[in-house]
C-alpha cells in the first residue's frame, strides 16, 4: 500500500508536473480553483480569487468594484503550491464536496463559492449564505494570509 501510494505521487509529480494533495485515502491533482466570497458588513468587501493549473499555476485575484487593470496575477512556485495541498488537506476541503446551504432568517450576510477542479474531470463544489462547511472560518483566514504572504514578497 505504501509502495504504491509513493509512486502514484511520484508519477503524479514528475510526469505530469501537476500539483496535487493527498485527504488520507487518494490523491488529487489540482487543475483549477475559483473561491470567492461576499460580505454583506461593508462596500467592496467582496474578492474572487482563481488557481488555475492547466500550464504553470497563476493565481488571479480581484476585488468587487475594482477596474479590471487592478486585477493582480501572480504565478505560483512549488513552494506556494506546497502550502496551497497543504491548506486543502487542513482543512478537509474533500468533505465540503455538496455542501450548499443558506439561512433564510439573514438578509444581509456573507456568502462564499467554492469549486476545486481535480483529476482533469472531478469537481468539488460548495456555496452557502451564512452557513459554512466544517473548518471553513479556519480556511478562508489562512487562505487571506496565504494570497497576502504571495502578494507581498
Not at 16 to 37: A, R, V, W
Not at 71 to 78: A, G, S
Request: proline share 2%.
Amino acid at each position: 500500500m505504501l509502495i504504491g501510494l509513493i509512486m502514484v505521487m511520484f508519477l503524479s509529480f514528475y510526469i505530469t508536473n501537476m500539483p496535487y494533495f493527498y485527504d488520507g485515502e487518494g490523491i488529487y491533482q489540482i487543475n483549477k480553483l475559483e473561491y470567492s466570497y461576499t460580505s454583506g458588513y461593508g462596500m467592496n468587501d467582496d474578492v474572487s480569487y482563481k488557481i488555475d493549473c492547466e500550464e504553470d499555476c497563476i493565481l488571479v485575484y480581484k476585488e468587487y468594484g475594482k477596474d479590471e487593470k487592478d486585477t493582480i496575477t501572480i504565478k505560483l512556485n512549488d513552494k506556494d503550491m506546497d502550502k496551497f495541498e497543504n491548506m486543502l488537506n487542513r482543512y478537509h476541503i474533500l468533505s465540503w464536496k455538496g455542501f450548499k446551504k443558506s439561512d433564510p432568517y439573514v438578509l444581509d450576510g456573507n456568502s462564499f463559492s467554492f469549486h476545486l477542479r481535480y483529476n482533469d474531470d472531478e469537481k468539488l463544489s460548495a456555496s452557502g449564505y451564512m452557513m459554512y462547511p466544517n473548518h471553513y472560518k479556519e480556511f478562508q483566514s489562512h487562505f487571506e494570509d496565504y494570497v497576502d504572504t504571495i502578494r507581498n514578497r
